[in-house]
């Protein structure tokens, strides 16, 4: 079954370029220049999302930064018990959402001090495998095409987050055991 | 609300990094992130350019509606202000097939190619539709199949099985995008 998984993984991308451009030669696309059609989109696509990217970053990193991020961790650590949540994987699920980037930073250091393959580990990696960035992806998608009102998004995809934290904590337990 | 995370994070740091005797840190802090934001970007335009490509190779070919009628049933039951044909449904499925595989970039220009669809048929162009919404919930509640990153990171890390949590990672996405589509569809009636 792992095997499955790896031969899939690392066959995913190149099987993807490999279907689409055989299926488009076979169905009489001029491939080559469609590509270079579509390719054009990037850049300005890349230029629209970076004024969005930046305003994140600098909020996160200024956040980080001042010592604020660890005073959240502190505050909610007493709720977190109470769902049987490891407090250690705590900054992990703080960053989740908010950054990519820094959360697999910080699944590296969980990994670092308490080991893989440890209940810590599996719950820390469960969470990052089932859980998404929700900042990031919103302020993408939705800056993309200038919506301001967002609704009620963030707080199911918030809701989603939780659902998944539990999930992972429960399942977890079940099948390896504290 | 971004508007007001995206504040009171700025504002939070700045007052506490008084306090903590940290404001040299947040300055260095802005601006690197700035700075790297920026690179991150311009690394973008490569992977963009290439999945954007081949979108465009797979639309005219036809291959994104045959995947999409595959999957139109639930794409009818997710989305129902949108139309069945509309080439919105198209891109939201691939972006949503590429998440599933773990193809982090290749989702992205994907999901941006979606909002750009579903805006067309948005009335209020700075209000987001519940397409949008349920389209970000699915999004960010990442219905994946492999978590790529994950994997590579338990085996740098010496885990003697590191594709055991898999299994465990694929329930639990199963349980937070449930949770996310049936919290989408209950708040769409209030908002």
Partial sequence: MANIMDIISSFAIPAFIFIVLVYGHLKGVNVYESFVEGAKEGFTTAVKVLPYMVAMFVAIGIFRASGSMGILVSFISPVTELLGVPAQILPLVIMRPISGIASTGILAEIFKVYGPDSFIGRVASTVMGSTETIFYTLSIYFGAVGIKKIRYTLWAALLAEIVGLIASVVVCTIVFGR | ?191
């Fill in chain 2, 1 to 191: 609300m971004v508007n007001v995370i995206w504040i009171l994070f700025i504002l939070i740091g700045l007052v506490i990094a008084v306090f903590n005797g940290k404001v040299a840190e947040v300055t260095q802090a802005a601006l690197d992130n700035a700075k790297y934001a920026v690179e991150l970007c311009f690394g973008l335009i490569g992977v963009y350019a290439l999945w954007l490509g081949l979108m465009r190779v797979a639309e005219e070919a036809g291959l994104v509606n045959k995947i999409s009628k595959k999957m139109q049933g639930m794409m009818r039951f997710l989305f129902t202000d949108v139309p069945a044909r509309h080439p919105a449904i198209g891109a939201m499925t691939m972006n949503i097939i590429a998440n599933m595989l773990g193809l982090g970039n290749a989702a992205t220009p994907l999901g941006i190619k979606a909002m750009k669809e579903l805006q067309d048929l948005n009335p209020h162009k700075e209000e987001a539709t519940d397409a949008m919404c349920m389209f970000l919930i699915i999004n960010t509640s990442s219905v994946q199949l492999i978590p790529t990153t994950v994997v590579a990171l338990r085996s740098a890390a010496g885990s003697s099985n590191p594709t055991e949590i898999i299994g465990t990672a694929f329930i639990a996405t199963v349980c937070s995008t449930m949770a996310g589509i049936i919290a989408a569809k209950v708040l769409q009636r209030y908002y």
